[in-house]
């Protein structure tokens, strides 16, 4: 014998809501939406991390980009997260057994205030603090 059906309880003439139209508000909607092309500059250090490619997933973000200083360019990987006014990036420069020797972490920490996003940053090597100072940060174009 098949089972009852069940279809014998839906209401016909009610509309449904769908799950996005409770008017709940997801949590993440106020995360600041940093996803795309990034200009970084490290003021103290006279250097820039041009292109900074960011993906953004919720509050996580992770990207590529290219540490531009004096005359050297290394590539960076970074990761880290978002909240509604604030982005907290750890950025490490992509050493390699035939490439980049140059070993280098960065820690920012970005506001979005009224007049722009910007922060501070710490720069080390090796494990050694080598700089430290404000950072500002801008959407290059699309």
């Known amino acids: 014998p098949h089972p009852a059906s069940k279809t014998a309880d839906i209401e016909v003439g009610k509309p449904r809501v769908a799950s996005d139209e409770t008017g709940v508000v997801p949590p993440?909607?106020?995360?600041m939406e940093v996803g795309g092309k990034w200009t970084v500059r490290l003021e103290n250090e006279g250097a820039t991390i041009n292109p900074l490619t960011l993906i953004q997933t919720g509050e996580n973000v992770m990207g590529m980009g290219t540490l531009n200083e004096q005359n050297t360019k290394l590539q960076v990987s970074a990761k880290g997260?978002?909240?509604?006014?604030?982005?907290y990036l750890d950025i490490w420069t992509i050493v390699s057994e035939y490439g980049n020797k140059i070993d280098k972490h960065i820690e920012l920490e970005l506001l979005n205030l009224d007049r722009g996003i910007s922060g501070s940053y710490e720069i080390s090597s090796d494990e050694e603090l080598i700089g430290k100072g404000n950072a500002t940060a801008s959407r290059s174009g699309a």
């Open 81 to 87: 997260s978002v909240s509604s006014n604030a982005m």
């Open 28 to 31: 993440e909607s106020n995360i």
